[in-house]
């Protein structure tokens, strides 16, 4: 089965900088790979994601890279803001919506003010 | 604004007592996730649900754990006996299978002493 693997298991940065969080993953066959942002007391909810026909995408402040040769994907945050504290997961799967989804085990961001 | 709910919120029981959790996925989804979460493994898939017919309950203890979706409305865990290891929040989920985003409800924080 699939295993993806996440790091840093927490990261600390000042509020305006940069913070980039990095998956691998094992199953050469996956083809979509969502992130999820997790507040204190909520459940996971959607921010970005992107699939293996592309090898960057971006919204705003925030932009997904992948490499399917390698089989690592990232999260890159720009002009950190102390409402982007959360837990972000990084994800793997096929595309198809009914599909098992494995999730990373989770990056603890922490911005400071 | 469509959203998954989860009931209870919280579940304090003791060793050997019996726990069931429902979920509300959001109207017109057919596809269900359950999923645990705990500090060590992350996001764990337990089971997963197609138009009410179950899909993969291999990440669940079939010993003492039970899903099932009695009607399109609502989705249910049940854990018999519970022992304190079923310490966790367990999350429900639901998609369209239209599209691959999953959507989260805020979670059953569950304790077993």
């Known amino acids: 089965g699939e295993n993806v693997e996440q790091h840093p298991s927490t990261l600390s940065v000042q509020e305006g900088d940069s913070a980039v969080i990095k998956c691998t993953y094992s199953d050469s066959a996956s083809n979509y790979f969502p992130w999820y942002k997790q507040e204190l007391g909520k459940g996971p909810q959607l921010i970005i994601d992107i699939r293996s026909n592309v090898g960057e995408k971006k919204d705003q402040r925030i932009a997904v890279t992948l490499n399917k040769t390698a089989k690592h994907f990232s999260l890159h945050i720009t002009e950190t803001q102390p409402e982007d504290s959360a837990v972000y997961f990084c994800a793997a799967s096929l595309s198809g919506g009914y599909q098992k989804v494995t999730f990373g085990i989770g990056t603890k961001l922490q911005v400071i003010p | 604004d469509a959203r998954v709910t989860q009931t209870p919120r919280h579940k304090v029981t003791e060793m050997g007592q019996e726990v069931t959790m429902r979920c509300q996925p959001i109207l017109g989804h057919n596809t269900v996730f359950w999923y645990r979460q705990t500090m060590m493994q992350g996001l764990e898939l337990l089971a997963y649900f197609r138009n009410r017919a179950p899909l993969d309950d291999s990440g669940m203890p079939k010993d003492r754990f039970s899903a099932e979706m009695p009607d399109a409305t609502l989705a249910t865990l049940k854990i018999q006996p519970s022992e304190p290891r079923d310490s966790a929040v367990y999350f429900c989920?639901?998609?369209?299978?239209?599209?691959?985003?999953?959507?989260f409800g805020p979670g059953t924080r569950l304790t077993v002493l």
């Open positions: 989920a639901s998609g369209t299978g239209a599209t691959d985003t999953q959507y």
